[in-house]
């Protein structure tokens, strides 16, 4: 691939290979067909992954062998989204050429598809009025369903059927006909016509593998199931919560709505085009931050009425003109507004001015493009993550579709979040809503909360908050400590290693100790390097156990046939076969950290130049401890010195690539340490949708006094618990009190703790900074009230402990709350504790109980 997966995308691609090659097994082993479903939510880069999948099953990689042989068909329902695919696998894969790539069209007259290729087929083609492409006779000697249906049964486990956005056209009901993606699959008779007018009828079989690529598992799943197929289904689902934590899809959606009764529509276009030039404006200080070659230019999508006049297009684009004069066309250069209406002639605006059509999937490329006017919806598989503002001014009822153009909206521009504090707004999309009321903005929220394909939590009608009056500067200027989880969990030290050369390799950083290689290949060199220098070390030990694996020893008893008695045993011996060898290989390569099994194999044949020796003694050596121990001990060294070797060229790269070494250089248990500072402004919502039994509902969120970031009345809304209203209420009767603050679970605005639960890093954020004046200084509290009941309460509160530990005399409280069993708050105090007992001891906890206890040891009412 030409860049890193992430985590989830590096899971679920070597999930999907494993699931296949079961596929084709089961296959081999009894005739038994199989749909695998790779299933992740809109943006998580599904097309990606395929072409992960792809490269490891055609060209091999780590313990998969490369299959040269293996026949791709890959069909949609939509012209433009092959093209999109095509272009993404282009881009993506560092070893699939253009020319192994066919997009199937009415000259493509084969009797079967080519090996080794990847061919894209609209499902449109095999209609029956696409006689161009199913008719034989005159220019065509075989239809496209003969073309199929001869590949299946010629290549059976080496034809790969995928079907992309497979919940579509894949339900059969009884009684139905099927579909063609079915016919494709399940096999079944098919009439071919000739251009005589004849008709004959040819019998396809089914497809032993299939892999269907959907948003979500349910919808995937319910497809596959509603027909009477025998065939086997295999999920693979991407982790939301690692999608969401890898920056893949955007944190929040905005909604915003009126909430006077008078019209609003020029109003709200004209926020949103503020919106625009405000991402505009925050994605060039991250470009100029981050040291990125190009800055993300944002796009505003407006939809509108089916009937809209072009008197009224032009009413439109003169307010979007006149609140940003960057719209205005000037001549002789691109043109900024373009429609995607389905009548794709230009709109011809009184004063001359033209508004000319411009296919959806050429907008994303064509980065001139600012705003694009659209009717209904944009075309299925519309993928522009620069698409970051909309507006609808359509009616109220069509909330389905909105729903669908904001889930190919929440994919980030940059395929990562963004964390540099002040810029956090570009981790949201924006939707305007001016012709919905309360009730109807309930409904279409609640179309984005129930869609497993977008999974982004919703704010309704956000407001930014500026910093209260009259506080003290010194508030503004404190600097507190914070902690950040490490981003990824490796497999081995060894695995980190290999991530970090094909890291800096990326980054362009040139290798210091060997200029002629890459970093990749030192890092493949050096893990080959120790591993032969264990070789030489153990080699005696090594030898003789590689010598006793090309050798099966066994048993041979006789027995008396007619009494039965033991008549001895015969101890035998016999060379190991070739597939037993086969076997071997594969079991040491997997039990190897990462790659470092392919490249000691390659090293040992080099060295002895015999298959079997290499294969034997790379078995005896993934099966040595010792040596597993040293280099993965060496790995973490090696790492350790190239972060130092390494300083020099890191710091001159921007902040978005520091990040993405920071996760080598801090792995899982290890926190990244760094300085918190309240932010300058703070955006929160001002209503909450209220589920109910007919419908959901909006209602205004309560508001709070004593907030650090305030409206001109001073108060700042909030969703609070009765016991968390609680804590408020006392700490704004302490006497000194200055103000305090709502921490968000935020990377950029909120002050966070780093703890593991299990193999898995997360953050915790305390839920609110108390600030105080002391005898002319400002002290800080930290209040975490939290339900002792849940499961992650133990991990929390220890972490919470040991950050107060490691930061002394920083803050005057750090306060755990709960409510007992009694109803009584209790909090227990974690600062200023130089012992390990209390953090020792929540560690330990099992349960609610366990820190209820705690608490009445250590703790007190609060």
Known sequence: MKFTLTDYQHDVTNTVVQRLNSAVAMFDNDGGRTAVGLTAPTGAGKTVVATAVLEKLLFGGGIQSPNRNL???????????????????LKASSVIQPSQIEMIDSTYDRDSLEPGKIHFLNIGRLTKGATGHTVTGDNRRWSLWETIGNTVARRNRDFLFIVDEAHRGSSVKAGDKKTI???????????????????????????????????????????????DSDRMLMKVSADIMKVRE????????????????????????????????????????????????????????????????????????????????????????????????????????????????????????NTHVRVVIFKAALTTGWDCPRAEVMVSLRA???????????????????????????????NSVSLYLPHYSRDEVAR?????????????????????????????????????????????????????????????????????????????????????????????????????????????????????????????????????????????????????????????????????????????????????????????ASAAALIDSWRQAFNPAVSRLGTADKTALDEIWHPHGQPLRGTFTLPKTVKTKTQKLVPGKVQACVEDIETFTGHVFAAADGKFPMVATGWEREVIEKELAQVGLIGWYRNPASASQGLSVSYTEGKVDKSLYPDFLFFHEVDGELAVDLVDPHNHNLADAPGKWSALARFARENPGVFRRVTAVIRNSNGILKGLDLAGRASTVVEDRLAACSGGEDIAQVFEEFGGNY
């Open 71 to 89: 026949t791709v068909l890959w069909l949609t329902d939509d012209p433009s989204l092959n093209e999109q695919s095509k272009d993404k696998i």
């Open 181 to 227: 993606m079915r016919t494709i699959l399940d096999g079944g008779p098919v009439e071919v016509p000739d251009a005589s007018g004849a008709v004959r009828t040819i019998v396809n079989p089914p497809v032993a593998v299939m892999l269907g690529i959907s948003a979500t598992p349910a919808k995937f799943e319910a497809a596959m199931r509603s027909n």
């Open 246 to 365: 890898s920056g893949m899809i955007k944190d929040l959606i905005q909604v915003n709505h009126p909430t006077d009764n008078q019209p609003t529509d020029d109003t709200l276009v004209r926020a949103a085009v503020r919106d625009l030039k405000e991402y505009d404006k925050l994605w060039a200080e991250e470009a100029s931050i981050s040291g990125r070659a190009r800055s993300v230019n944002p796009l505003l999508v407006i939809q509108v009425p089916d009937k809209i006049s072009a008197a009224a297009v032009g009413t439109l684009v003169a307010s979007l003109t006149d609140e940003w004069t960057e719209l205005q066309h000037q001549p002789g250069t691109p043109v900024p507004i373009v429609h995607s209406f389905g009548e794709k002639s230009p709109i011809d605006l009184p004063g001359g001015r033209v508004i000319p059509h411009m296919a959806p999937e050429l907008i994303e490329e």
């Open 396 to 426: 109220a009822k069509e909330h389905t579709a909105i729903a669908q153009l904001i889930g190919r909206m929440v994919r980030t521009p940059v395929a990562g979040r963004i964390e540099e504090p002040g810029l956090e707004e570009l």
């Open 444 to 632: 279409v929220v609640m179309s984005f909360v129930g869609d497993a394909d977008i999974e982004i939590p919703v704010s309704v009608n956000p407001v930014v908050f500026e910093r209260a009056a009259g506080l003290p500067e010194a508030l503004w200027e404190l600097e507190l400590p914070t902690e950040t989880k490490p981003r990824k969990l490796f497999t081995s030290q060894t695995a980190r290693l290999a991530t970090l050369g094909s890291r800096l390799d990326n980054l362009g950083i040139q290798n210091p100790f060997n200029p002629s290689v890459t970093l990749t290949e030192e890092v493949e060199q050096r893990v080959t390097a120790i591993l032969m220098a264990e070789y030489a070390r153990l080699k005696t030990g090594i030898d003789e156990e590689a010598d006793g694996l090309l050798e099966v020893t066994y048993d041979r008893v006789g027995y008396d046939q007619y009494d039965g008695r033991d008549r001895g045993v015969t101890a035998l011996k016999v060379r190991a076969s070739a597939e037993n060898l086969r076997e071997l290989k594969a079991k040491a390569l997997k039990g190897m950290p990462d790659a470092s099994g392919s490249w000691l194999y390659a090293a040992l044949y080099e060295d002895l130049d015999d298959d079997q020796e290499a294969i034997t003694r790379l078995s005896a050596m993934a099966s040595n401890d010792d040596i597993i121990s040293t280099l993965e």
